[in-house]
């Protein structure tokens, strides 16, 4: 009836609200995730340690000072420092032009940007043999001027910059195209020019996802197995990366020492972890 009044009686207010999915239902879904990771991720990152120390802390030790072994994380860090520097300039660089500016070709370059995520890394090694193997098409005219690229330092490069390519350009393009021109055409409009403009206003408002794209691309510089190992020769000591040794180890049977090494790899990843939550946590409360 029209102007009718609607009364509500106490009991009708202390009535929680209506909640679309039944609290057994949501801890039931709640518990499959949990058993789930704790069945694929936790247990065998636990097995990893329990193997490692299984022959005590002093076997566990040696095998991380052994020569081989430091020179492989040695190896790992410097292509990391090389890999990502590099995949940071460019995804700001692509980042930038996909969002900021319309030209023919936008959504080709997107699309190459995320071919790595579509490739595997193993015929990613294997482009780079065919380009510059002894055999390739490169190959003879580069052995003739005394450069090698691959089973040596720059083949690697080449491959883990391949394969962690779309990480901070995926991760710019979409935080920017969000953002619009505005505050750069604001500030051109009063007589910025383009670095100034880039330092001063762009790069404050991505820092938090061109941080977040680094750590990302950090990680998979580090863990990358399949085109390293192509391209690698696994030469030991000298072109063998930490994931590469681990596979070494394990093949010669030395399981405690392959584990010991491999703990190393889950530490840092652990830690890539607690820096991505620590970059998140600033990102959402700089909001």
């Given at each position: 009836m029209a102007g009718a009044i609607t009364v509500f009686s106490k009991e009708d207010a202390k009535r929680p609200k209506h909640n679309t999915e039944q609290r057994g239902i949501q801890w039931l879904l709640i518990g499959i995730a949990l058993l789930f990771i704790g069945l694929v991720v936790v247990l065998p990152l636990?097995?990893?340690?329990v193997e490692?120390?299984?022959?005590?802390?002093?076997?566990?030790?040696?095998?991380?000072?052994?020569?081989?072994a430091l020179s492989a994380l040695k190896l790992t860090l410097i292509i990391a420092l090389?890999?990502?520097?590099?995949?940071?300039?460019?995804?700001?660089?692509?980042?930038?032009?996909?969002?900021?500016?319309?030209?023919?070709?936008k959504n080709f370059l997107i699309t190459l940007i995320d071919l790595p995520f579509a490739v595997?890394?193993?015929?990613?090694?294997?482009?780079?043999?065919?380009?510059?193997?002894?055999?390739?098409?490169?190959?003879?005219?580069?052995?003739?001027?005394?450069?090698?690229i691959v089973f040596a330092i720059p083949g690697i490069v080449l491959a883990t910059i391949f394969v962690t390519v779309p990480f901070v350009a995926r991760e710019l393009i979409?935080?920017?195209?969000?953002?619009?021109?505005?505050?750069?055409?604001?500030?051109?409009s009063l007589g910025a020019r383009g670095w100034s403009i880039f330092w001063?206003?762009?790069?404050?408002?991505?820092?938090?996802?061109?941080l977040y794209g680094i750590i990302l691309s950090n990680a998979?510089?580090?863990?990358?197995?399949?085109?390293?190992?192509?391209?690698s020769g696994h030469i030991r000591g000298q072109t063998n990366t930490l994931p590469l040794h681990v596979e070494i180890l394990y093949n010669e049977y030395q399981f405690s020492a392959a584990f010991a090494v491999a703990s190393l790899l889950v530490m840092l990843a652990v830690l890539t972890l607690i820096v991505k939550a620590i970059v998140e946590w600033k990102s959402s409360s700089s909001h």
């Amino acid at each position: 009836m029209a102007g009718a009044i609607t009364v509500f009686s106490k009991e009708d207010a202390k009535r929680p609200k209506h909640n679309t999915e039944q609290r057994g239902i949501q801890w039931l879904l709640i518990g499959i995730a949990l058993l789930f990771i704790g069945l694929v991720v936790v247990l065998p990152l636990v097995s990893v340690f329990v193997e490692a120390f299984r022959k005590g802390a002093g076997m566990y030790f040696k095998a991380l000072v052994e020569p081989d072994a430091l020179s492989a994380l040695k190896l790992t860090l410097i292509i990391a420092l090389i890999a990502v520097p590099v995949n940071t300039v460019f995804g700001v660089a692509a980042a930038w032009a996909i969002s900021k500016f319309s030209f023919k070709g936008k959504n080709f370059l997107i699309t190459l940007i995320d071919l790595p995520f579509a490739v595997s890394p193993v015929i990613a090694g294997l482009v780079y043999i065919l380009l510059f193997g002894a055999q390739g098409y490169l190959g003879p005219w580069l052995g003739e001027q005394g450069i090698q690229i691959v089973f040596a330092i720059p083949g690697i490069v080449l491959a883990t910059i391949f394969v962690t390519v779309p990480f901070v350009a995926r991760e710019l393009i979409p935080l920017m195209q969000a953002q619009g021109v505005q505050e750069e055409e604001a500030a051109a409009s009063l007589g910025a020019r383009g670095w100034s403009i880039f330092w001063k206003v762009t790069l404050p408002n991505i820092k938090w996802g061109l941080l977040y794209g680094i750590i990302l691309s950090n990680a998979r510089a580090m863990g990358e197995f399949g085109a390293v190992s192509v391209v690698s020769g696994h030469i030991r000591g000298q072109t063998n990366t930490l994931p590469l040794h681990v596979e070494i180890l394990y093949n010669e049977y030395q399981f405690s020492a392959a584990f010991a090494v491999a703990s190393l790899l889950v530490m840092l990843a652990v830690l890539t972890l607690i820096v991505k939550a620590i970059v998140e946590w600033k990102s959402s409360s700089s909001h």
